[in-house]
């Protein structure tokens, strides 16, 4: 499996969860993931900045066509897990 194709089994699987702490987990999993694999700080960094940018593109989105108590839901999911993205940018940007 390619980084890409990772990258998107993580952004269905945080769009499809259950709730915020579902997608904190699901993105501390890929970090974990992604430190134990032979895979470089920029790949990394690229990994989860595209990550976050496909999250937000989801977020826009479903606000344009879903009613606003599942919108607001799954902003609610993608805030948190965006979050947790920040927090391991932030760590990739300190090791290098």
């Not at 390619?2 to 269905?12: A, N, Q, S």
């Amino acid at each position: 499996m390619t980084l890409d194709e990772y990258r998107l089994v993580i952004f269905r699987k945080v769009t499809s969860c259950s709730g915020e702490l579902a997608g904190q987990w699901i993105i501390d999993e890929a970090a974990g993931e992604l430190e134990t694999g032979n895979i470089s700080a920029v790949d990394r960094t690229s990994f989860w900045r595209q990550l976050n940018a496909d999250l937000s593109a989801e977020s826009r989105k479903r606000h344009l066509i879903i009613e606003k108590q599942g919108a607001a839901s799954l902003s609610q999911i993608i805030a948190a897990a965006q979050a947790v993205i920040a927090q391991h940018q932030a760590q990739a940007t300190a090791r290098k």
